[in-house]
Each structure stands twice: as C-alpha cells, then as structure tokens.
C-alpha cells in the first residue's frame, strides 16, 4: 500500500505561493498522483490529478519529479480562503495501491 | 442541484439506538463510498460500492451495515451506538473505482452523528 507522508502544517501570508510536498517512496508504476482540500465542515474536493511532469489547472499546480517518489502541490498567491486542509493520495488502477486512503494531510493556515 | 447529497446533515441519538444516513449521487457513478472522519480529522475509508455490489469493507464493526437498493444510493445503518461512533460520516462517489486515472472522488457535505 503505497504512503504518503506530509507536512502536519503549514502559515502562510496572504498572495504567497505555496508549495505543499508529499512524499510517496513507493509509489507503483500504475499509480496516480491526486490532491483534494478540504475546508471545514465540508467534504474533501478534488484539486488535481497528474501522472508525471506537470500539471496546472485553474486552481494550482502538480510539480512531479522524473523518478515519481514525490509531488510538490503549488498554491499560486494565496487567499484566506485557501485555508484548509490539503491531503495526497496515492494510487490507481490494478496497482495494489488503492487511492481511497487519506493520509493526515497537511493543514495550511493563510494569514493577512 | 447537489452532485452528492446525505440525509440527514446532524443526528444526535443516545447509545443503543439504531440510525441510518442515507446517500444519493446524481452523477450517473458506478462507485460509491462512506468515509468516517473522527474528532481528529482522520478519514478512513469504510465500504465501497461498484454497481451495487461491495468490494471494500474496511475492518468496521457489523454494527455498520450498508445498503446498496442502486447504483445511485449508498445508505449507512448502524445498530446499537455507541460513544464512539460519534464523527462526521461522508459518502462519496466516482465514475472509476478508486477514483484514479480518469475520474476523482466525489464527495457530499457530511453527517454529523453525535452519540449521547
């Protein structure tokens, strides 16, 4: 079952960009890289998916290095409302590694 | 209209009595599930649904019983509660299993079940 280890924590101030990395050393060939937030009192949301390289979509940013074992997750010039918690999962079809498992995420703290 | 929609979003009931939550997807989803997140935000995957059927059941008591009348309902009944079943329980679906590769988890807002 592939893990994924994250910062607990994480302040930043107000238009910074953030980068929340995750480690997942044994991440399998088939395996997937997938981000959610969560925001409280209200289920986890999809942020972003990649397999390798880079991604961007509106909201952010996957940043994931050729050998796959981690992947940076960059918050462009944050507001307070990006504040939440962030969770990496691991996974993907056929792979043993079920991305249904959430990790203890990374709660990030946006300040003015 | 609500992707993912549970009923109902507060339940507050004594030990020993049995309640259910109830879940519907309007996403045409083959896949369903229910997360428990507990008073330390942990969220553990319960069961998983796919087209009614359940492929994952993880380690939770046979207290918890889940019921799957079609592919866009996945309803959570639990008999005789206790303390500790207290949390904020989530249903959540997706158009692949797992969620990966083409598709990603879809989740409702939450049921918060308070055990007195």
């Known amino acids: 079952l592939a893990k994924t280890t994250q910062p607990i924590s994480m302040d930043s101030y107000e238009g910074q960009e953030v980068n929340i990395t995750c480690s997942h050393n044994n991440i399998a060939t088939n395996d997937y890289i997938t981000w959610y937030q969560q925001f409280p009192s209200q289920g986890p949301r999809f942020i972003i998916q990649g397999y390798k390289t880079k991604v961007t979509n509106e909201v952010a940013s996957l940043f994931i290095p050729a050998d796959r074992k981690s992947s940076t997750l960059s918050l462009p010039r944050v507001s307070l409302s990006d504040t939440a918690v962030y969770y990496c999962?691991?996974?993907?079809?056929?792979?043993?590694?079920?991305?249904?498992?959430f990790g203890k995420g990374t709660r990030l703290s946006v300040i003015a | 209209d609500t992707a993912v929609s549970q009923t109902p979003k507060y339940l507050v009931t004594q030990m020993g009595n049995d309640k259910s939550i109830k879940c519907e997807q309007n996403l045409g989803h083959d896949t369903m599930y229910w997360y428990k997140q507990d008073s330390k935000k942990f969220l553990k995957i319960m069961f998983s649904y796919n087209n009614k059927e359940l492929i994952i059941n993880e380690t939770v008591p046979n207290r918890f019983s889940p019921k799957s009348p079609d592919k866009a309902h996945l309803n959570l009944h639990i008999n005789s509660l206790e303390l500790g079943d207290s949390a904020v329980y989530f249903c959540?679906?997706?158009?692949?299993?797992?969620?990966?590769?083409?598709?990603?988890?879809?989740f409702g807002e939450g049921s918060r079940l308070t055990v007195l």
């Open positions: 999962l691991v996974g993907g079809p056929n792979s043993g590694n079920t991305p249904l498992v």
């Open positions: 959540a679906s997706s158009q692949v299993f797992g969620g990966s590769g083409t598709g990603e988890l879809f």
